[in-house]
DNA sequence: CTGAAAGCGCTTACAG
DNA sequence: CTGAAAGCGCTTACAG
């Protein structure tokens, strides 16, 4: 591959009028500019990244640590934060930690090891030494999505408890009393928000959310699954089920039809995050829908000023309850149903 | 941030020591190693990727350039893709291609920029002069899902053709004979031999496909929508839409809804992919299922061969019918409906 | 406006 | 077994 010395000799100049031209300095004569871009055309010259990122000590990439790629909303997320960080002149470098903390402190380490100029996580814990590290070095990081309570980073999340409260007054309207909640890892901040929104919202109508009715899950279809079954075990089962994220939602629907049960007929099901397919399902599922969008660009936007010596807003925007079929119809209810 | 240097001061010895220990070159002696290996540790030390790949001219990294991260089958891929590289050592960046050609080249651009030992990919068109330019050059590159023909890169793919058989028989035999498909781009090679596989497969029951029965799309849920208004719009529509991808299906899906129609009733829908939620959607759509976690593995396998001086193999897999409820149901049918 | 030179953080023949 | 030195491909003060 054609180095800067090749265009250099090509062209009839030093490396360093290469360099000046590549790099758009002013100070450089249009007949050596002419020279070096028709010596690099010619030649299809491509500076190596790797070297110049060893020389400015700037990758102009940035690193995405996302908890689940399987997971449509995180999948989207993704791509938001690529699209802004495009738009700014960043590439990214997306590392799936699959909800294992083993193998997202292994992607965060591989990333430092690379010079990312920045970090975006969405944790999958509740902060291992080498995160609460990395919060503390010198390397911009924000938390999106999830964040790590006591720690000093800017964090741009999503914040649900009102539309987990319209869910609670939606679903009470229609007469159900009985709730429960497949809730995530707690040692992840929507795990457990989630739950005390739930909790909070159950208190407003003088509900209890017991014990039982509280299905340990970690985000993944499995978990809602076994939750699920844990449920319909029960003596007095739920009306209610809430699953804390769209996966767990498509369990709980795996086991709920496994059982030969049917929703909302035999019991009612709403999800937090809300994805294309939960129009098509049988039937259309209720959902919290998160702002995905304006996350990424969000954070991507708060990353990039903490990189280029900003000050970065910390930033949280509303989720919204979106009603459909999926836990029974009430008739005062008049959304409609996509 | 701690340099070789940093280490070989702390530990007394010279930076060629210390490179030697971390790269775990026989002649050192013990008493050196226990030395590097305490200043490593109580410094932080954490070798420079970047110096480190300027100097060996290898990143221990592959690209992946996929058509639409929003597409679950793709994620499903990538997924695989990351997990077959880590086990063998390598870092995988993924670039999203968005179904854009220019951006699929901007990803190309990019990664080749950043010197990958290899790139992985699934083209989004008939293949741009980057991408012919970078078949012919010596960057190790394999194809996955999609290739271009006429370029000497290796192949990892599945093959639907039998697959589409099943499926036309299935639909004969319970008596539709007007028969439908939404394409993808006539550029991609999935996109060009789904139809043929249906049309031939038509032939051998005498069905036509005439050209207002083939609906171009992009693989894209919009086009897929599109596509489905036109097909509804026909004086005579016809029985069964087979969608090329998951989700065109989900954008026919909305189109069918939109129009008050139901499925299968007033018209059934097969899709091309499988996808957990083909399961719990109204009704449960029969989709043709690709090894996708296979077809991953065998992608990187091959790569890695021949980054490593190996010669790799173009690999085949079967894809298969998974027959539900969304074309109808035929009394000979006894197929289960998960 | 231009070039020679230093240096980013590593690895690796070479000499001892 | 060990270290001094060269060099990977760039950028950038410095001097002219």
């Known amino acids: 591959m054609a180095s800067i010395k090749d265009v250099a000799a090509e062209a009839g100049v030093s490396v360093a009028t290469v360099s000046r031209v590549l790099n758009d300095h002013p100070s450089v004569s249009p007949a050596a500019r002419a020279r070096v871009l028709a010596a690099t055309e010619s030649l299809g010259y491509r500076p190596n990244a790797v070297a110049r990122s060893l020389r400015t000590d700037r990758t102009r990439t940035l690193g995405l640590v996302i908890s689940d790629v399987l997971n449509p909303y995180f999948t989207a997320l993704a791509r938001s934060v690529e699209e802004a960080a495009r738009t700014l002149g960043y590439s990214v470098i997306i590392g799936n930690a699959d909800e294992r903390p083993e193998l997202q402190d292994h992607h965060v380490r591989t990333l430092l090891d690379r010079r990312i100029d920045g970090l975006l996580v969405s944790p999958t814990d509740g902060g291992s030494p080498l995160m609460l590290d990395t919060a503390r070095s ?6 999106v999505d999830r964040w790590i309570p006591g720690v000093d980073v800017p964090v741009v999340r999503a914040d649900g408890r009102a539309a987990v409260r319209d869910l609670v007054a939606h679903l009470h309207g229609i007469g159900h009393r009985r709730l429960a909640i497949i809730a ?4 992840t901040t929507t795990g457990s928000e989630r739950v005390e929104a739930f909790r909070e919202a159950l208190g407003a109508y003088g509900l209890p959310l017991p014990d039982d009715h509280i299905g340990q899950g970690d985000f993944q279809a499995d ?6 079954e844990r449920f319909l075990a029960l003596p007095e089962p739920p009306h209610v089920i809430f699953a804390a994220d769209n996966l767990m939602a498509l369990g709980a629907l795996d086991a709920i039809r496994a059982r030969g049960l049917s929703v909302p007929h035999d019991i009612g099901l709403a999800a937090f995050d809300d994805i294309p397919w939960f129009v098509h399902t049988d039937p259309p599922i209720t959902a919290i829908a998160q702002p995905t969008g304006d996350l990424g660009r969000a954070a991507v936007q708060a990353l990039v000023d903490l990189i280029e010596g900003r000050s970065p807003r910390s930033v949280t925007l509303p989720a919204r309850l979106v009603v459909r079929r999926s836990c029974g119809e009430s008739p005062t209810d008049q959304r409609s149903t996509t």
């Open 138 to 143: 010198s390397t911009p990081m924000v938390f």
């Open 184 to 187: 995530g890892p707690a040692a």
């Open 223 to 228: 978990s809602g699954r076994r939750a699920t």
